[in-house]
């Protein structure tokens, strides 16, 4: 059985491993596929799914909706608005509204935020979060966060900004090797209590599990961090099951066991890190 952590102040008890909104599901020739991966996800306990409108050109929101107009009682769905401007982001989160299938959000993030000036954007009196604001107080979304896996340093000024509920940032084995997000952004969200949602385990892939890592390795080093839960894209059934089967016999890995990692994942510094320079 998958185990669950808080999700911050939110009140919710999100599991361990959650569903990302990429991958299969995201994919438009694979309809079938994607919702038979979100079913069986919601059958093996995952409650937290995240997407975007972003993944397959709204493709994944999309593909979710269908679930959710049965089982969206069964979810903490989570998605994202790239615009940075009050009106933009009102038009995105009716659109998403629609393709998923559902009346509210649960959580809705600043999508990869990179940039100073998308900061000052988002922050502006005509900015996103204004919008935020206003649907939270028109009970449209519950809660309010930020992403990103570009600049931690830029994350930690965001979340300093503004009392965003949760985060969602790039951790794995190879983070700590380049401006790493373990080491200047995920203590300042704990002390902030925080929900705190891991990506990139897999560095998109980069860091193929059985060449230096096996899955459990890379998921399990994301597991023993302060997180609330780990988001990962399922390219198939099997992956699924393989990846539950991990979360729930998992035990935090020791010191010397997380160090030996992030040692053998020195020579992958660039794959591991390589959306912090070209993305």
């Known amino acids: ?20 909104g990429q991958s299969t599901l995201q994919d438009p020739d694979r309809p079938e596929d994607a919702e038979a991966i979100v079913n069986r996800a919601l059958d093996l306990g995952i409650n937290y799914i995240d997407t975007s409108p972003r993944y397959g050109d709204t493709t994944s929101e999309k593909h979710l909706g269908r679930i959710m107009a049965s089982r969206r009682s069964e979810v903490f769905l989570a998605t994202k608005t790239a615009d940075r401007t009050y009106d933009g982001t009102m038009r995105q989160v009716e659109d998403s509204l629609k393709r998923l299938q559902t009346d509210h959000l649960d959580l809705y993030q600043i999508h990869n935020l990179r940039l100073e000036n998308e900061l000052l954007a988002i922050l502006a009196k005509d900015g996103a979060l204004k919008a935020f604001e206003k ?33 969602l940032m790039s951790l794995n084995v190879g983070d700590i090797h380049d401006r790493s997000f373990k080491e200047q952004l995920l203590g300042e969200a704990v002390k902030r209590e925080m929900g705190i949602i891991a990506m990139k385990l897999t560095a998109n892939g980069r860091l193929k599990p059985g060449e230096m890592f096996t899955i459990k390795e890379m998921l399990e080093y994301v597991f023993t961090l302060p997180v609330s839960n780990a988001i990962v894209g399922i390219s198939s059934l099997a992956e699924l099951e393989e990846n539950v089967k991990i979360a729930s016999s998992f035990t935090p890995l020791s010191g010397k066991e997380m160090t030996a990692l992030e040692d053998k994942a020195k020579p992958l510094a660039y794959p591991a890190n390589y959306f912090k320079h070209e993305w």
């Open 1 to 20: 059985m998958l185990s669950k952590r808080p999700l911050g102040k939110t009140g919710f008890e999100a599991a361990l491993l959650g569903l990302g």
């Open 135 to 167: 649907l939270k107080d028109d009970g449209v979304i519950r809660f309010m966060g930020v992403t990103g896996h570009k600049d931690p340093a830029l994350m930690l000024d965001a979340i300093r900004a503004f009392p965003f509920d949760t985060v």
